[in-house]
């Protein structure tokens, strides 16, 4: 089984300044990664995924995130935040292949990200 | 919410009530989710479907049935609601299980209050 952690629950910032909100996973198999956002009174979008390849992958709204296999990690980056980013940001893993979870998304708990003008 | 429509948005009832969701999807995708959202537990996964009339359960089970009838929907039912019922329930779709072709897209999510 795969299990998530999200290390900071509320992450306020001002706009403009940069912001790291953190996830580490643990899985005895290969994992895909996932970070979703949420913004007020809606549903998750996907945000940005790693599914193999180069372990940097990015998103069009600026957020980046680094798969990081020796620390089990897959931290998102933003060098500048807006105001419009506020909002809940979850990290989520699925095996590449079998167990008893194969093929199910695990959460982490959420961080919400608070964009101070 | 890519082809995602859940109904209804909004209910609140009473303990011991029976509740449906309805998930209602127009990509064609064969799999199907049912998650709960609570503060501090982030999304956990009730049921999901592999296909018509083919369901398995998730981590959190207990108290929720399903039913897919069709394809594109997919009904969360609370034989008798409690108030620890209470959340923000969410369906997802993906079209595989597989590799990278299971990338799940959610619905707007239904409030649920249970008095």
């Known amino acids: 089984a795969q299990s998530v952690t999200q290390l900071d629950s509320q992450v306020p910032v001002f706009e403009e300044a940069p912001v790291e909100l953190r996830c580490n996973y643990s899985?005895?198999?290969?994992?895909?990664l996932f970070w979703y956002v949420q913004y007020p009174n809606q549903g998750l979008q996907l945000l940005l995924k790693?599914?193999?390849?180069?372990?940097l992958v990015e998103s069009i709204n600026g957020f980046e995130a680094e798969f990081n296999k020796s620390q089990t990690s897959f931290h998102l980056r933003k060098p500048s935040v807006h105001i419009s980013d506020t909002a809940e940001y979850f990290c989520?893993?699925?095996?590449?292949?079998?167990?008893?979870?194969?093929?199910?998304?695990?959460f982490g708990q959420g961080t919400i990200l608070t964009v101070h003008p | 919410d890519a082809g995602i429509t859940q109904s209804p948005r909004h209910k609140v009832t009473e303990t011991g009530t029976p509740v449906t969701l309805r998930c209602h999807q127009t990509?064609?995708?064969?799999?199907m989710y049912w998650y709960r959202q609570d503060p501090g537990h982030g999304l956990r996964l009730i049921h999901y479907?592999?296909?018509?009339?083919?369901?398995d359960k998730g981590e959190v089970s207990d108290g929720y049935s399903v039913s897919r009838s069709k394809t594109e929907d997919f009904l969360l039912t609370l034989e008798s609601a409690t108030s620890s019922q209470t959340s923000v329930y969410f369906c997802?779709?993906?079209?595989?299980?597989?590799?990278?072709?299971?990338?799940?897209?959610f619905g707007a999510g239904t409030r649920l209050s249970v008095l």
């Open positions: 997802a779709i993906s079209e595989s299980s597989r590799g990278i072709k299971n990338i799940q897209y």
């Open positions: 899985s005895s198999v290969s994992v895909y």
């Open positions: 790693y599914l193999s390849g180069s372990t």
């Open positions: 989520a893993v699925r095996a590449e292949a079998g167990g008893t979870s194969y093929g199910k998304l695990t």
């Open positions: 990509e064609n995708h064969r799999y």
């Open positions: 479907s592999y296909g018509v009339k083919d369901t």
